[in-house]
């Protein structure tokens, strides 16, 4: 039903008939953190919502209501306890907190896979109350602490306590090992065991009606060792591109109007269009993408979801596999990947377009909402731009009093598979693209590995910090020949890095047998220093025309090491490379060492090229056990 067409009309995505940010972990068994920080919503990521759905105020995450979809937790969280105070603004007002949610929608819903913790005002029968109910939703399993009265997976308060609109209410969430425990104003009412998933993502919902939650904090408890299947599948970044309350985004022409018609989380189409061009198109052109979408044909519509509607001159390279037909009436999930040239399609999970080329398709072009004659219902419009480096800021806490705000880029593999984890290579960049943007930092490596090409053959995740201009990662001089011992304490900077590299631990499946460090220049330097403070987490290092402390190599004799320099590199002098090798192989190490001849200061060309072996030679490397800190 969604499709980058890339300037030509190839294939509905959903078949029709003739488509926070903090820079460490909260302390496991330590104090409580702040979940939401009271200024923005750094740490959360809007699932399925409009932009303003939810914000914040006065200290408080405001949500309007509308459309009904969730924002979640940036990162995942297994045993708890969570602390919240929320407020219905209009009687009869209905939200929701989530517990070890799913990153994502389930199929054909604006929920998420979870157990829910309910947040609801004045609506009270034998089935539900609005006192903190606690229940399995969309595929989750649980057993109530007291049977339901009719056997719903649905665990009633042992007594009202929730106060009505317009009052705050307080929650306090025990997530332990599969069981969750509800106190409503200060006592235990509702709980439950034996959940599934139990590893998971925090979400606030939106269902309605406006809602206040303030003073959210968080203490993690140590781990029970949730098993792969009771852990929700890690994040990818992908974005809404319907917002659930208008067309924003996409190319709206009035004959539309009254027929694409946003309807809360569902966007309903009646087949009949009055504009020239009746399919929907996106404002936006994309390139190697991902897109989710969830469709449903009408119960009554007497239609399958095939044949496929193609143009003749593509019918033959891209036609489903044989027997594939889905009855009307249900929902289903279309996820399509468009790589190149090649395209391939799931359908609720089952491969029905396995790779096929379209020779001649567009690098770029926009994403279709395809035309059909007969009505359609949408939902979860979503996109993951493949080869993309996602923009993360996040603040440490105070240094000399002040706060000091981490920048840097991401790159995911295109596809994280569940129960796969991916090498992460930290690079860290030279003075000249030192700076604000959180841009100039990609240059050299970090393009490289983000072409198709090396994304095919090294699947990572890559995080490029960035320094403050007229900083360094190590205060240095760099034209100096002489070994410079190493800080008490790493610089301002150097933690901007680190707390980038436990960010990325803390949120994606990373392998930390295999941890790959590389900077040139400046980040030469840094890389030095950071190996020697950490070598314990990395499986290897490349400093590229750089120098460190000498009197560090034994800390760095059993961390595989290639370093580069150019002999004739006049900003840094080659001694320092060599001195520093010099002295790791004296400790017992195994350094490689490659200097350039003829090859100034730009030495990086020439070891981040194929013809170097460095990638080759990184990716192979492992530590016997995962790297710590």
């Known amino acids: 039903m969604t499709f980058p067409q890339r300037c030509a009309t190839i294939l509905l995505l959903a078949p029709f008939s003739a488509a926070s940010s903090r820079a460490q972990n909260p ?21 399925n919502c409009a932009p303003d759905t939810f ?25 708890f306890e969570l602390e919240l105070e929320w407020m219905h603004l209009r009687p009869l007002g209905n939200a929701g907190l989530f517990v070890w949610s799913q990153p994502v929608t389930a199929p054909g819903t604006p929920f998420a896979q979870a157990i829910e913790v309910q947040i609801l005002d004045g609506r009270n029968s034998e089935n539900y109350t609005s006192h903190g109910d606690v229940f399995a939703i969309h595929g989750a399993d649980m057993t109530p602490d007291r049977p339901h009265p009719n056997g719903w997976n649905r665990c009633l308060p042992s007594e009202q306590r929730a106060k009505p609109a317009g009052e705050w209410n307080h929650y306090r969430v025990v997530c332990n090992g599969g069981r969750v425990e509800l106190a409503v104003n200060g006592k235990v009412v509702s709980g439950a065991s034996n959940c599934t998933p139990r590893h998971g993502y925090i979400c606030l919902e939106s269902e309605g009606s406006p809602a206040l939650f303030r003073n959210i904090r968080i203490r993690e408890l140590p781990s029970s060792g949730a098993t792969a299947a009771q852990r929700a599948r890690h ?18 022409d009035a004959g539309h109007a009254g027929h694409w018609e946003p309807t809360d989380w569902r966007l309903v189409y009646d087949g009949k269009s009055a504009a020239d061009e009746k399919s929907l198109w996106s404002e936006r052109d994309y390139g190697d993408v991902r897109v989710i979408c969830d469709w449903r044909l009408p119960r009554d519509s007497g239609e399958s979801a095939g ?9 033959r390279g891209v036609m489903p596999v044989d027997g594939f037909e889905l009855a009307p009436g249900e929902w289903h999930r279309s996820e399509i990947a468009m790589r190149g040239d090649v395209l391939s399609v799931d359908i609720d999970g089952a491969r029905v377009i396995d790779g096929t080329k379209r020779p001649g398709v567009a690098e770029r072009g926009p994403i279709l909402l ?14 993951k ?7 993360e800021r996040f603040v440490l806490s105070p240094v000399d009093g002040q706060e000091v705000e981490g920048r840097y880029r991401l790159l995911e593999p295109d596809f994280v598979e569940p129960g796969v984890e991916y090498p992460l290579v930290v690079f860290l960049h ?17 393009t490289a590995l983000a072409s198709r090409e090396k994304r095919d053959r090294f699947p990572c995740y890559v995080i490029a910090p960035q320094c403050d201009p007229e900083k360094r990662w190590a205060e240095i001089d760099r034209s100096s020949k002489k070994s410079v011992p190493l800080a008490a304490e ?15 631990l803390a949120r994606h499946p990373i392998d930390r047998r295999r941890v790959y460090l590389t900077g040139l220049s400046m980040g030469g330097y840094g890389s030095w220093d950071l190996a020697a403070r950490h070598s314990q987490l990395f499986a290897a290092a490349v400093p590229i025309c750089g120098g460190g402390d000498e009197a560090q190599a034994p800390r760095l004799a059993k961390l595989p090491i290639w370093a580069f320099h150019g002999d004739a590199d006049a900003v840094v002098p080659p001694e320092r490379s060599r001195t520093m090798v010099a002295a790791i192989r004296a400790a017992g190490g195994e350094p490689r060492y490659s200097e350039l001849p003829g090859v100034g200061h730009d030495s990086w060309k020439t070891a981040y090229r194929d013809e170097s072996g460095l990638l080759d030679w990184l990716f192979a490397q492992r530590r016997d056990e995962p790297g710590v800190w």
């Open 370 to 383: 395809q035309h059909r004659d007969g009505p359609v219902e949408l939902a979860s419009v979503l996109v």
């Open 235 to 252: 994040a990818e970044a992908f974005r809404p591109l319907y917002t659930g309350v208008d067309l924003a985004g996409w190319k709206h």
């Open 27 to 47: 302390g496991v068994d330590g104090g409580q953190v702040p979940l939401f920080n009271g200024k923005n919503l750094d740490g959360w990521v809007n699932v």
């Open 307 to 315: 044949p496929w509607t193609l143009p003749v001159d593509v019918r």
């Open 490 to 504: 790493p610089s301002t900077m150097m933690r901007v890095a680190i707390g980038a590299i436990q960010r990325t």
């Open 55 to 79: 914000t914040v105020a006065d200290g408080r995450i405001a949500s309007t209501g509308v459309p009904t979809g969730i924002l979640r937790s940036d990162r995942q969280y297994e045993n």
């Open 385 to 391: 731009e493949l080869g993309v480096y996602q923009s």
């Open 430 to 446: 030279g003075a000249g693209e030192r700076g604000t943007d959180n841009a100039k930092q990609l240059q050299y490596l970090p």
